[in-house]
């Protein structure tokens, strides 16, 4: 399976400086395009954290080509801002840039909760480490690790940054970024 986590880079200053009805008009357009991007590439949205959205590809139905899809739906979303940034910027006066983190092994899936309220999650060490990831991207990057790497071959512009620590983890991990394509 593969995770994407997507987060609006700066968006606590962002809002606090800006009209929040106008703030909720701006996330609401940017989740219907981000979920938009998820399906047409056969992901789910797991959940939106805030600013941020969640993503898995091969659960609850298996998919081989997992990697792959959640890869290039973080391509689509990186595409998309940059059509999207020209008209927020006349309507929201805001541009939008995102921090992405891409990673992919197993985990639990499943409804996770209590007896009042359940929900149905994805959750586990690759959860965490796309977290993680995304949590150290640069606006408009898209970070991925190599276990990601290795799934999706070739098929993607991915150039190696090295070994990282990310927080909350003993080993370090390989990152790489995907390259505008």
Not at 13 to 40: G, H, K, Q, W
Not at 130 to 153: D, F, K, M, W, Y
């Amino acid at each position: 399976m593969s995770v994407l986590f997507a987060d609006v880079v700066g968006f606590t200053p962002l809002a606090e400086s800006r009209d929040a009805e106008r703030m909720v008009a701006l996330l609401n357009e940017l989740f219907s395009m981000l979920t938009e991007i998820v399906f047409r590439h056969g992901g789910t949205v797991d959940k939106f954290i805030g600013d941020c959205v969640m993503a898995v590809w091969g659960a609850p139905l298996a998919q081989a080509d997992h990697a792959r899809r959640a890869l290039a739906a973080a391509e689509d979303m990186m595409r998309f801002l940059e059509t999207a940034n020209e008209e927020w910027r006349e309507r929201y006066d805001v541009e939008v840039r995102l921090g992405v983190g891409v990673n992919s092994g197993e985990a639990i899936v499943g409804n996770v909760g209590s007896d009042k309220r359940m929900e149905y999650t994805v959750i586990g060490d690759v959860v965490n480490v796309a977290s993680r990831l995304e949590a150290i991207a640069a606006p408009n990057q898209v970070l991925v690790s190599e276990a990601t790497r290795s799934l999706a071959g070739d098929a993607f512009p991915l150039r190696a940054l090295g070994e990282r620590n990310l927080t909350g983890r003993k080993a370090t991990t390989t990152v790489y970024a995907l390259d505008p394509g």
